[in-house]
């Protein structure tokens, strides 16, 4: 018996090229994704992965190359006519408009009218329907989708996505990146049920395990070109982020001989206006400790209480020789630095330029008295490009068109720029890919065996227990022993987050 032929494909492109100005986003991009099944797309920060999503749902035109959809010539002039024509993009930044209802959201572009006058009766009835599909029929349709939970306003741009009966080809770009493993495991369920139906699904992610449970097949884009492709089954995780890479990522979580010494930061009975409930903890110079738990249980608020962007209500805090709350401008003079888990809104001025973003909180020695030469700045913002591997056209290169992983580095140089003993960080490597990851894991551990010390809230299990060398977990707002990581495993973490630890 021999196996079916394979179907052919539903979206085909080939040769996709797209410059903006000298710089080549896409250089000759070749996909095929067939209906039913998950097509992943991976890649490096910078690979050309949003550029080609851009292409295909028709925010860009491409410079050169061919699209079929079913067979047919396919040309979007804008994202709603892609849209009309069957291809849909759910981005990894929610384009919801927060004020209006998951009606009005839904069928924006798209709602039924009569002479001018909406159908609001059809328009309810025809989202109570797609919410019913996508698994949320108690969703409440005139709700604000401001009010909602992340989770449910990605599962109104998801709605959003295939309101349009035509809805052939569905795009999701890191869908994942702000979700609970309970909502994770949601979205993989509704993926599975869209396959069955019949929709082809291009997914976007930098998380390889989620890719390995997903997805039928991947494609790797590396410096805006197809370097690699497979079936997802019968390829490991190391070849696909070699083919990222284009080269072999040896070790992912370095982690040399440190030596801790004394406590540099001293946490008892911590408490904030509502999150942490209690929070104690020694931090030493030359070590890494990580703070696991689940979304809510109050890990970044933590880190917020102790750089003093939130106030604390009860306990103390001790930095160095000094107790006591501070402001954010205190703690950086103590030597306290913060990486905050969003670097879009909190941690970078995106228009600003490198050189700005790194130097602009700490101007000390760029120019003669209180004047600051634009030279000395370039310089300085060079010095760490070089030392952090930032990949950038140079040191006044706006931080926004950097990738994500690079604008991560530029949040964390600053830091350094500030020379601070102790690194708050919040989520470091949230959104980026494997080897920005392992740059910065390096980094991490550079730091640590320099005598400095880490305080790390990650989400991403593997990374505590591959970096840290102890590991607390908070749960409900209490922040439990750190142990050594040498005793713990994913589960037993998991177990002490969910309560369920005997």
């Given at each position: 018996?021999?196996?079916?032929?394979?179907?052919?494909?539903?979206?085909?492109?080939?040769?996709?090229r797209?410059?903006?100005?000298?710089?080549?986003?896409?250089?000759?991009?070749?996909?095929?994704?067939r209906?039913?099944?998950?097509?992943?797309?991976?890649?490096?920060?910078?690979?050309?992965?949003?550029?080609?999503?851009?292409?295909?749902?028709?925010?860009?035109?491409?410079?050169?190359?061919?699209?079929?959809?079913?067979?047919?010539?396919?040309?979007?002039?804008d994202?709603?006519?892609?849209?009309?024509?069957?291809?849909?993009m759910v981005?990894?930044?929610l384009?919801?408009?927060?004020?209006?209802?998951?009606?009005?959201?839904?069928?924006?572009?798209?709602?039924?009218?009569?002479?001018?006058?909406?159908?609001?009766?059809?328009m309810?009835?025809?989202?109570?329907?797609?919410?019913?599909?996508?698994?949320?029929?108690?969703?409440?349709?005139?709700?604000?989708?401001?009010?909602?939970?992340?989770?449910?306003?990605?599962?109104?741009?998801i709605?959003?996505?295939?309101?349009?009966?035509?809805?052939?080809?569905?795009?999701?770009?890191?869908?994942?990146?702000?979700?609970?493993?309970?909502?994770?495991?949601?979205?993989?369920?509704?993926?599975?049920?869209?396959?069955?139906?019949?929709?082809?699904?291009?997914?976007?992610?930098?998380?390889?395990?989620?890719?390995?449970?997903?997805?039928?097949?991947?494609?790797?884009?590396?410096?805006?070109?197809?370097?690699?492709?497979?079936?997802?089954?019968?390829?490991?995780?190391?070849?696909?982020?070699?083919m990222?890479?284009?080269?072999?990522?040896?070790?992912?979580f370095?982690?040399?001989?440190?030596q801790?010494?004394?406590?540099?930061?001293?946490?008892?009975?911590?408490?904030?206006?509502?999150?942490?409930?209690?929070?104690?903890?020694?931090?030493?110079?030359?070590?890494?400790v990580?703070?696991?738990?689940?979304?809510?249980?109050?890990?970044?608020?933590?880190l917020?209480?102790?750089?003093?962007?939130?106030?604390?209500?009860?306990?103390?805090?001790?930095?160095?020789?000094?107790?006591?709350?501070?402001?954010?401008?205190?703690?950086?003079?103590?030597?306290?630095?913060?990486?905050?888990?969003n670097?879009?809104?909190?941690?970078?001025?995106?228009?600003?330029?490198?050189?700005?973003?790194?130097?602009?909180?700490?101007?000390?020695?760029l120019?003669?008295?209180?004047?600051?030469?634009?030279?000395?700045?370039?310089?300085?913002?060079?010095?760490?490009?070089?030392?952090?591997?930032?990949?950038?056209?140079?040191?006044d290169?706006?931080?926004?068109?950097?990738?994500?992983?690079?604008q991560?580095?530029?949040?964390?140089?600053?830091?350094?720029?500030?020379?601070?003993?102790?690194?708050?960080?919040?989520?470091?490597?949230?959104?980026?890919?494997?080897?920005?990851?392992?740059?910065i894991?390096?980094?991490?551990?550079?730091?640590?065996?320099?005598?400095?010390a880490?305080?790390?809230?990650?989400?991403?299990?593997?990374?505590?227990?591959?970096?840290?060398d102890?590991?607390?977990?908070?749960?409900?707002?209490?922040?439990?022993?750190?142990?050594d990581?040498?005793?713990?495993?994913?589960?037993?973490?998991?177990?002490?987050?969910?309560?369920?630890?005997?």
């Open positions: 018996m021999t196996d079916p032929a394979p179907r052919p494909a539903r979206l085909l492109i080939h040769g996709v797209k410059a903006f100005g000298p710089t080549v986003a896409l250089s000759g991009v070749d996909l095929s994704v209906a039913g099944e998950v097509h992943a797309l991976v890649g490096e920060n910078g690979a050309g992965k949003s550029t080609l999503m851009k292409v295909i749902s028709g925010a860009y035109r491409p410079d050169a190359g061919s699209m079929r959809l079913d067979g047919v010539p396919y040309q979007p002039t994202p709603l006519d892609a849209r009309r024509k069957g291809v849909a981005y990894q930044e384009s919801l408009v927060p004020h209006l209802s998951v009606v009005e959201n839904v069928l924006m572009g798209a709602e039924p009218a009569t002479l001018g006058v909406l159908r609001r009766g059809e309810r009835a025809r989202v109570t329907e797609v919410l019913r599909e996508v698994g949320r029929p108690l969703l409440d349709p005139d709700a604000r989708v401001g009010g909602l939970s992340l989770a449910a306003q990605q599962i109104v741009e709605a959003r996505a295939i309101a349009h009966e035509s809805c052939r080809v569905l795009i999701l770009d890191e869908p994942t990146s702000t979700l609970t493993r309970d909502d994770v495991e949601r979205l993989f369920e509704l993926i599975r049920a869209f396959r069955e139906r019949g929709l082809a699904i291009v997914y976007i992610s930098h998380v390889i395990e989620e890719v390995q449970r997903v997805a039928d097949v991947f494609t790797v884009l590396r410096d805006g070109q197809t370097v690699g492709s497979g079936r997802v089954a019968g390829t490991g995780a190391s070849e696909i982020v070699r990222m890479a284009g080269r072999q990522v040896d070790e992912l370095p982690h040399s001989a440190r801790p010494s004394e406590i540099v930061l001293e946490l008892r009975d911590l408490a904030g206006v509502a999150l942490p409930r209690s929070a104690s903890l020694d931090l030493r110079r030359g070590e890494v990580g703070i696991a738990g689940l979304a809510g249980a109050g890990r970044t608020e933590l917020r209480v102790v750089f003093g962007l939130d106030p604390v209500r009860r306990g103390h805090i001790r930095v160095g020789a000094v107790i006591g709350p501070a402001s954010p401008a205190r703690r950086l003079l103590q030597g306290v630095g913060f990486l905050s888990e670097r879009k809104t909190e941690g970078l001025a995106l228009p600003l330029s490198i050189a700005d973003n790194l130097t602009l909180s700490h101007l000390t020695g120019g003669p008295a209180s004047l600051v030469l634009p030279s000395r700045q370039r310089a300085a913002a060079s010095h760490w490009i070089g030392q952090l591997g930032i990949r950038c056209h140079g040191a290169q706006p931080v926004w068109q950097l990738s994500g992983g690079n991560q580095k530029v949040a964390i140089a600053r830091l350094l720029h500030h020379d601070v003993d102790v690194l708050l960080l919040d989520e470091p490597t949230r959104g980026i890919d494997v080897t920005s990851k392992a740059h894991y390096e980094l991490i551990d550079q730091l640590a065996s320099s005598g400095k880490v305080l790390l809230v990650s989400s991403y299990l593997p990374e505590l227990l591959g970096v840290c102890r590991v607390a977990v908070m749960r409900r707002g209490v922040l439990g022993p750190a142990r990581v040498a005793g713990l495993d994913e589960h037993s973490l998991l177990m002490e987050a969910t309560g369920l630890a005997s």
